[in-house]
């Protein structure tokens, strides 16, 4: 019986021969599955925190739109330093200059038209039927400024090819601004020698334009100067 039992027990197969245990292998699959998980996700972060630090340094290289303000006006501050009025030199030109320019040549335009543009309301202003006797005087001096800044003004409107300065013009440009604020000193004298009570009230008002034209003909003594601060060739 034992002999028989032997066999019989001889000729079993433990289960657990031909299945091996599945343990070892399944924590392998795990482990890779974990380790590939942590990769990808590694590699994510570091996309998103790429790309943040780009946009953040795109951001901080733009300029604010105060900063384009303030650089667009830089020109006109370098050219109103040379005046001896700049605050009203910038405030004059300032709402003209659009587009922004570097230009000294538009710049003694633009403050050339302010002092225009002040002169012929003063013009206005004297001739009113309500100025008094000794203003209306003044009437045909501030006429005669008036007239002497628009021949400035006509004298650098010139065609193509043709030089908007040369030494001639700009001497004669000289003379023709300086004449225009002679004429309201004159006027302002003769205003004071007549004792006449709106005076103060008056010199006030041709105070600015007189800060125009002082600016205008220093921009005009410097001009070449300027140009080439700012690099440019004068035409």
């Not at 030199?89 to 922004?100: E, Q, T, V």
């Not at 039927?129 to 003044?138: G, L, N, S």
């Not at 090819?161 to 013009?169: Q, R, V």
């Not at 700009?170 to 004071?192: F, N």
Request: proline share 6%.
């Amino acid at each position: 019986m034992e002999s028989i039992n032997f066999i019989k027990g001889y000729g079993k197969v433990n289960p657990l021969d031909d299945h091996p245990n599945p343990q070892p292998n399944h924590r392998r699959r795990c482990r890779i599955i974990a380790v590939s998980l942590a990769v990808f996700l590694t590699l994510i972060i570091a996309l998103l925190v790429a790309a943040l630090i780009h946009e953040s340094a795109t951001e901080s290289d733009e300029p604010e739109p105060s900063q384009l303000a303030s650089n667009s006006a830089e020109p006109l501050k370098t050219v109103c330093a040379v005046t001896r009025y700049p605050d009203s030199c910038f405030s004059s030109i300032s709402p003209l200059n659009s587009p922004p320019s570097n230009n000294p040549l538009r710049f003694f335009n633009l403050s050339l038209h302010a002092s225009v543009v002040e002169v012929s309301s003063l013009k206005n202003l004297l001739t009113e039927p309500t100025a008094e006797p000794a203003m209306k005087d003044c009437a045909e001096l501030f006429d005669d400024a008036a007239s002497q800044l628009r021949r400035s003004a006509e004298l650098i409107c010139v065609g193509s090819g043709e030089k908007a300065l040369t030494e001639m013009k700009i001497s004669d440009l000289q003379t023709w601004i300086s004449a225009a604020m002679t004429d309201q000193e004159t006027c302002l004298d003769g205003l004071a020698e007549t004792g006449s009570t709106a005076l103060d009230e008056f010199k006030l008002k041709v105070q600015k334009s007189q800060e125009y034209m002082s600016n205008t003909l220093a921009i005009l003594n410097n001009i070449q100067s300027l140009f080439d601060k700012f690099g440019l060739t004068m035409p």
